[in-house]
């Protein structure tokens, strides 16, 4: 079975934090994303890595950065948290492009 | 611009009973259609995906259809269980990139 793991499943920072978020896979997916799920806006793609040191914006880049320096591992970057990035962030990995994408457990997110 | 609606936003049945949950999309040229399940404060679980050539696909007591010339896939669960409730969610592809576009989710709430 596929594992996408998620370093914390709650975090509160405060604004103007710098804040990591840490998702590893064990399957060797060459692709691995970055959502925020909200209420009445749903999923929403921030960044997408389609291999190591890769990476490509979704919807909503802004105030986010990402790395992955290793195929397993995809961060992302809360470079000055504002209270607007309070949310629900998901990871997800997929072998293929437009296949399956496997989640993570999810890491809700409080900026006071 | 692609648009995924799931109607009802809420359902509540007893145990025991067959349901169907809804999803329609706006664009038909859509590559595939993925079923996910997210319980409360978690991530999510792919259920099911059936590509754009294929008209069902079963996982189970699950059944996927695909109506691309009318819009809608329809997710069927035979004989309901407590077990089964939770946020239901369809997302789209619209092609061989890695873009789901996702429904705001049925959250279903199986009684005993």
């Known amino acids: 079975d596929v594992k996408v793991t998620q370093s914390s499943r709650y975090l509160v920072k405060r604004t103007g934090e710098k804040v990591f978020l840490e998702c590893v896979q064990d399957?060797?997916?060459?692709?691995m994303f970055w959502y925020r799920q909200d209420p009445g806006l749903g999923l929403r793609l921030i960044y997408f890595?389609?291999?190591?040191?890769?990476?490509e914006k979704g919807d909503i880049p802004e105030g986010y950065s990402v790395s992955r320096e290793k195929k397993e591992r995809f961060s992302l970057i809360l470079e000055s948290a504002s209270t607007n990035q309070t949310s629900m962030y998901l990871c997800?990995?997929?072998?293929?492009?437009?296949?399956?994408?496997?989640f993570g457990p999810g890491t809700r997110l409080l900026v006071l | 611009k692609q648009e995924v609606t799931q109607i009802p936003a809420a359902l509540s049945v007893p145990e025991g009973e067959n349901l169907v949950l809804n999803c329609s999309f706006t664009?038909?040229?859509?590559?595939?259609l993925q079923w996910f399940r997210q319980d409360p404060g978690k991530g999510l679980t792919s259920l099911l995906l059936?590509?754009?050539?294929?008209r069902e696909q079963t996982s189970g007591r699950l059944n996927a259809s695909l109506d691309k010339s009318s819009g809608r896939s329809t997710l069927y669960i035979a004989a309901s269980q407590p077990g089964d409730s939770a946020t239901y969610l369809c997302?789209?592809?619209?092609?061989?990139?890695?873009?789901?576009?996702f429904g705001s989710g049925t959250r279903l709430l199986v009684r005993p």
């Open positions: 997800a990995s997929s072998l293929e492009l437009a296949e399956t994408q496997y």
């Open positions: 399957m060797d997916h060459e692709n």
């Open positions: 890595s389609y291999d190591v040191k890769m990476k």
């Open positions: 664009d038909s040229a859509i590559y595939n």
């Open positions: 059936i590509q754009s050539s294929q």
């Open positions: 997302a789209v592809g619209m092609d061989s990139s890695y873009k789901l576009i």
